[in-house]
């Protein structure tokens, strides 16, 4: 038992050093305890890089980053760290199961990595230990990075105690030949990453010397070389490679600078020329048009959002959410929560068999997060919680930015709430 604030259940998972619970607070919210491994409680190393974990965590506020809610010392003087309850599959195992994710749902899950490792990085951290199974995904593609028990601060990735630590496959080679955790180590690991998305395998595997030494005496063979079949352009191809370089310096140099290298490569750039209104409520559509060097666009790419001022089906569905968000109103204004809640659930449900075409799916978000808004309004806080990425991950394919910021604050608000103070807290919100 850390302490009396939380009551410890089923073991979710035990790495080398820590092992993770499911627990829950007095005041009956779920969420996840790591502690060391009962058997390394004695070794200083460890419980020190727990309680280094916790304090980093703190630090990074990001929907695709797991979240510290809480951390201190248990009665037997081992720290805990209390986390949110993440949801999802190892992102290694949803690879395992389809031999390579999608195009599309690459570039979904890619996406997400790269904005949380962003994120890590703006707060001075570093990771150090991204793979594909320290990244969960869940059943609507929602990231969450998690794990960061070998994390630095960028201040501090000089401190080392000689060891080598991490999974070699997903290893720089200056991070494999015994160098600090650094920015460009990470980006290494997101770009075998994506590589595994791609191709359903890491660049080079096999024991750690095999690695390092085919890393450096051999090129990394290009993802459209070893998935010939999936469509894999050239100008993803080289994004991947540059951030494979067996140099460094020749990386890319920030996760900033590799997001937009890769947005590019997919195509995604949309130039938004109608926003939404400042009302949650309005009706108004978003519409976006795609800004291309091309005169025209006769084929829109799958999965990207089209002019669907085009589209009759994207009128349809659009005059369908605006007249859900309108009854909705007039319950609300009637103090009918339920009511109206069960109602925007029923709407939802209705579109489903359309949001399988960006164009419906480009407006779903406004559902979405009014009833992320009212589920928390009826204390279920989970529920409004995962209801927020999702509404923020489709408002993410407008490229309207009103509607990216409407998500985005909404987010802020359910899912990064300010953190109590570690010791002593009365634990999570």
Same mark, same amino acid.
């Given at each position: 038992?850390?302490?009396?604030?939380?009551?410890?259940?089923?073991?979710?998972?035990?790495?080398?050093?820590?092992?993770?619970?499911?627990?829950?607070?007095?005041?009956?919210?779920?969420?996840?305890?790591?502690?060391?491994?009962?058997?390394?409680?004695?070794?200083?190393?460890?419980?020190?890089? @727990?309680?280094?974990?916790?304090?980093?965590?703190?630090?990074?506020?990001?929907?695709?980053?797991?979240?510290?809610?809480?951390?201190?010392?248990?009665?037997?003087?081992?720290?805990? @760290?209390?986390?949110?309850?993440?949801?999802?599959?190892?992102?290694?195992?949803?690879?395992?199961?389809?031999?390579?994710?999608?195009?599309?749902?690459?570039?979904?899950?890619?996406?997400?990595?790269?904005?949380?490792?962003?994120?890590?990085?703006?707060?001075?951290?570093?990771?150090?230990?991204?793979?594909?199974?320290?990244?969960?995904?869940?059943?609507?593609?929602?990231?969450?990075?998690?794990?960061?028990?070998?994390?630095?601060?960028?201040?501090?990735?000089?401190?080392?105690?000689?060891?080598?630590?991490? /999974?070699?496959?997903?290893?720089?080679?200056?991070?494999?030949?015994?160098?600090?955790?650094?920015?460009?180590?990470?980006?290494?690991?997101?770009?075998?990453?994506?590589?595994?998305?791609?191709?359903?395998? /890491?660049?080079?595997?096999?024991?750690?010397?095999?690695?390092?030494?085919?890393?450096?005496?051999?090129?990394?063979?290009?993802?459209?070389?070893?998935?010939?079949?999936?469509?894999? /352009?050239?100008?993803?191809?080289?994004?991947?490679?540059?951030?494979?370089?067996?140099?460094?310096?020749?990386?890319?140099?920030?996760?900033?600078?590799?997001?937009?290298?890769?947005?590019?490569?997919?195509? /995604?750039?949309?130039?938004?020329?109608?926003?939404?209104?400042?009302?949650?409520?309005?009706?108004?559509?978003?519409?976006?048009?795609?800004?291309?060097?091309?005169?025209?666009?006769?084929?829109?790419?799958?999965?990207?959002?089209?002019?669907?001022?085009?589209?009759?089906?994207?009128?349809?569905?659009?005059?369908?959410?605006?007249?859900?968000?309108?009854?909705?109103?007039?319950?609300?204004?009637?103090?009918?929560?339920?009511?109206?809640?069960?109602?925007?659930?029923?709407?939802?449900?209705?579109?489903?068999?359309?949001?399988?075409?960006?164009?419906?799916?480009?407006?779903?978000?406004?559902?979405?997060?009014?009833?992320?808004?009212?589920?928390?309004?009826?204390?279920?806080?989970?529920?409004?919680?995962?209801?927020?990425?999702?509404?923020?991950?489709?408002?993410?394919?407008?490229?309207?930015?009103?509607?990216?910021?409407?998500?985005?604050?909404?987010?802020?608000?359910?899912?990064?709430?300010?953190?109590?103070?570690?010791?002593?807290?009365?634990?999570?919100?």
């Amino acid at each position: 038992m850390p302490n009396d604030q939380y009551k410890l259940g089923e073991l979710l998972g035990r790495g080398g050093m820590g092992q993770v619970h499911i627990a829950r607070h007095r005041s009956g919210r779920i969420v996840a305890v790591k502690r060391v491994r009962n058997t390394l409680s004695s070794d200083r190393l460890v419980v020190d890089r @727990l309680t280094d974990e916790a304090r980093l965590l703190r630090t990074v506020s990001h929907p695709n980053v797991v979240r510290a809610l809480d951390h201190g010392t248990s009665s037997d003087g081992l720290p805990f @760290l209390v986390m949110d309850r993440a949801y999802g599959t190892p992102l290694h195992q949803l690879i395992a199961q389809h031999g390579w994710l999608p195009l599309e749902r690459t570039v979904a899950i890619a996406e997400q990595l790269l904005a949380g490792i962003a994120a890590v990085h703006d707060a001075k951290v570093v990771h150090a230990d991204l793979k594909s199974h320290n990244i969960l995904v869940d059943d609507v593609d929602i990231v969450t990075i998690i794990d960061f028990g070998l994390a630095r601060t960028m201040s501090n990735s000089t401190a080392s105690n000689g060891m080598v630590a991490g /999974t070699p496959a997903y290893m720089a080679p200056e991070m494999i030949a015994g160098a600090h955790p650094s920015v460009t180590g990470d980006i290494y690991a997101i770009g075998t990453v994506i590589y595994e998305m791609l191709t359903g395998s /890491t660049p080079f595997s096999g024991h750690i010397s095999t690695i390092l030494t085919r890393q450096l005496s051999e090129p990394v063979e290009p993802p459209s070389v070893r998935a010939p079949e999936l469509g894999i /352009t050239a100008a993803i191809d080289r994004v991947v490679l540059r951030a494979l370089d067996p140099s460094p310096l020749t990386r890319y140099q920030t996760v900033h600078e590799l997001a937009a290298a890769f947005a590019a490569a997919i195509d /995604t750039r949309i130039e938004p020329v109608l926003a939404v209104g400042s009302d949650m409520w309005s009706d108004r559509p978003t519409v976006e048009r795609h800004v291309s060097e091309r005169p025209t666009v006769e084929h829109p790419r799958p999965g990207r959002a089209a002019d669907h001022a085009m589209d009759p089906q994207a009128d349809r569905t659009g005059f369908i959410i605006a007249a859900a968000l309108t009854h909705a109103q007039r319950l609300l204004d009637e103090h009918r929560v339920a009511k109206a809640v069960e109602e925007l659930e029923a709407t939802l449900a209705q579109l489903a068999p359309v949001l399988d075409t960006e164009a419906s799916r480009s407006e779903v978000w406004r559902i979405e997060t009014v009833l992320a808004a009212l589920y928390d309004l009826l204390g279920k806080q989970e529920r409004a919680r995962r209801m927020a990425l999702v509404a923020y991950r489709h408002a993410l394919k407008t490229g309207c930015p009103l509607a990216e910021g409407r998500a985005s604050i909404l987010v802020d608000r359910l899912v990064a709430r300010p953190r109590r103070t570690a010791r002593g807290s009365s634990g999570p919100r």
